[in-house]
C-alpha cells in the first residue's frame, strides 16, 4: 500500500516514433521501487509506441497516455503533461532514458529539504557507437571543467508549482528546435527557486548513433541558438552578422584545425582515449556543419514566421 505521507511523484515521457527506444524506457518506470508514482506518456507518434506504453498498464501504477495530432513540438507535449500530473514532483524524461531503480527514491529526499529542483548526472550508455561517444565525451569535458554551468540534464525534476509559475516550457521554441530546456531552468532562477544538484544520482541514456540521426540532434541545436535570440531575448536580426556567423562556422570546419584541437581535447574523455583523435574530429566537424545550417535554417524561418523584432 503506498504510504501517505509520501509525496506523490508524475513522471512526464513525451514520445514522438520512440517505438525503438520506449520499451526500455517504460521498464525501467516499471521498475522503480517508489511509490506513489504516476507516469504520463505524451504521444505523438505514427508507429507503435503508444501500443508498446499500453502494454505496461498493468505493471505501472497509474499510467496515462495522452495522444496528441500532429507532432506539436516537445514544450507544448511537456506542458500538456504538466497540466494533466497531479503530483507535487514532477520528473521529465525523455524517451531514450532509462533510470535505475532507487531514482526516484533518491531524488525525493531533496525536495523534502526544500529543495525545488534538482538536477542530476547523465551518461551515454552507448558508447561503442563514434556519435554517442563524442556526445559523452563532451559532457564529461564540460563537467570536468565547469560542473556548475548547465542546469539541465536527463532526469530533471521540479515542484509542479514552481514549473507552472515560469510557464512551463517555451512553446515559441519552433519544432525540431533545443534550447527550450535551458530556457525554463533560467526562469526557476530568475524566479528565486531554490536549486539542488546530485551527481551522485545517474541516469543512463541512449544517443544518436545513426548519421542522420546525429545531423538531426545537431541541427535542432542550431535553430535553438536563432530562436533563443530572435525570439525569446527577442534581439533584432541583422542579416549581415548572421550570414557571416554562419559562413564563419563553416570557415573553421573546412580549415579543421579548430576541430582538431577541440577533439584533442575530448579524447582523454573517451574510453578508446587519444586512439580516438581523429574520429572524434569527424564528429566535431559534422557537429558544426549541422549547427551552422540549423541556425541559418531557423533564422529563415522565424523570418518567414515573423517572429522576430522588426
Wanted: with cysteine.
Amino acid at each position: 500500500m503506498p504510504d501517505s505521507t509520501k509525496p506523490l511523484v508524475s513522471i512526464i515521457v513525451p514520445t514522438y516514433n520512440e517505438e525503438a527506444d520506449i520499451g526500455r524506457t517504460m521498464d525501467a518506470l516499471a521498475a522503480q521501487t517508489y511509490r506513489p508514482l504516476e507516469v504520463i506518456v505524451v504521444d505523438a507518434s505514427s508507429d507503435r509506441t503508444p501500443e508498446i506504453v499500453q502494454s505496461y498498464a498493468e505493471c505501472i501504477p497509474n499510467l496515462r497516455l495522452i495522444r496528441q495530432r500532429p507532432k506539436p513540438g516537445v514544450s507544448v507535449a511537456r506542458n500538456d503533461g504538466l497540466r494533466e500530473a497531479k503530483g507535487e514532483i514532477v520528473v521529465i524524461l525523455n524517451a531514450d532514458v532509462y533510470p535505475n531503480p532507487d531514482f526516484i527514491e533518491r531524488i525525493v529526499p531533496y525536495y523534502e529539504r526544500g529543495a525545488d529542483y534538482l538536477s542530476v548526472e547523465s551518461e551515454v550508455t552507448n558508447t561503442d557507437h563514434l556519435f554517442p561517444r563524442y556526445i559523452q565525451a563532451h559532457h564529461a569535458y564540460d563537467q570536468a571543467h565547469n560542473p556548475d554551468e548547465a542546469a539541465w540534464t536527463e532526469g530533471f525534476s521540479v515542484r509542479r508549482d514552481a514549473a507552472l509559475a515560469v510557464g512551463g516550457f517555451p512553446e515559441h521554441f519552433g519544432r525540431n528546435t533545443a534550447g527550450e530546456d535551458g530556457v525554463f531552468t533560467e526562469g526557476l532562477e530568475r524566479l528565486g527557486y531554490r536549486a539542488a544538484r546530485d551527481n551522485s544520482i545517474v541516469v543512463p541514456h541512449i544517443a544518436p548513433a545513426a548519421f542522420r540521426e546525429y545531423w538531426r540532434q545537431r541541427l535542432g541545436r542550431g535553430r535553438g541558438g536563432a530562436y533563443r535570440l530572435y525570439v525569446h531575448e527577442k534581439r533584432p536580426m541583422r542579416w549581415a552578422a548572421i550570414v557571416r556567423s554562419v559562413l564563419g562556422t563553416w570557415f573553421l570546419a573546412a580549415i579543421l584545425v579548430p576541430a582538431l584541437l577541440h577533439a584533442w581535447r575530448l579524447a582523454p574523455y573517451s574510453p578508446r582515449g587519444r586512439r580516438d583523435w581523429l574520429p572524434l574530429t569527424w564528429a566535431r566537424l559534422v557537429e558544426m556543419v549541422a549547427t551552422g545550417a540549423g541556425y541559418w535554417d531557423g533564422c529563415r524561418e522565424i523570418a518567414r514566421l515573423g517572429l522576430h523584432r522588426s
